[in-house]
């Protein structure tokens, strides 16, 4: 059983930073892609950033440039350091691990930027 285990999160003011993990453990080999996710409240799950296994990154605009993701294949497990954080970027963040068969979620880690 493959297990994504998150932390990381919590309240921060505007213009802070915090930084999230996500480890993988259990029955998961040649992992791929690996990324975060986030939902807001009232909002539908959006594309934060996603990282392949060769390195390249894929981000959205909205945290481009204040958000950097990284990854440590050796310990099956993905960073997301978010600074500048802004009120907006209040949401739950998830993390998705996608191996050569199957894409896992993780339980999610609540993030909240305050004014």
């Known amino acids: 059983q493959v297990r994504l285990v998150e932390s990381g999160g919590g309240l921060v003011q505007a213009g802070g930073s915090l930084r999230l993990s996500c480890a993988a453990s259990g029955s998961i080999f040649s992992i791929n892609t690996m990324g975060w996710y986030r939902r807001a409240p009232g909002k539908q799950r959006e594309l934060v950033v996603v990282?392949?296994?060769?390195?390249?990154?894929n981000y959205a605009d909205s945290v481009k440039g204040r958000f950097a993701i990284s990854r440590d294949n050796a310990k099956k497990t993905v960073y997301l350091q978010m600074n500048s954080l802004k009120p907006e970027d209040t949401a739950v963040y998830y993390c998705?691990?996608?191996?050569?068969?199957?894409?896992?979620w993780g339980q999610g880690t609540q993030v909240t930027v305050s004014s």
């Open positions: 990282i392949t296994s060769s390195g390249s990154t």
């Open positions: 998705r691990v996608e191996s050569t068969r199957l894409a896992y």
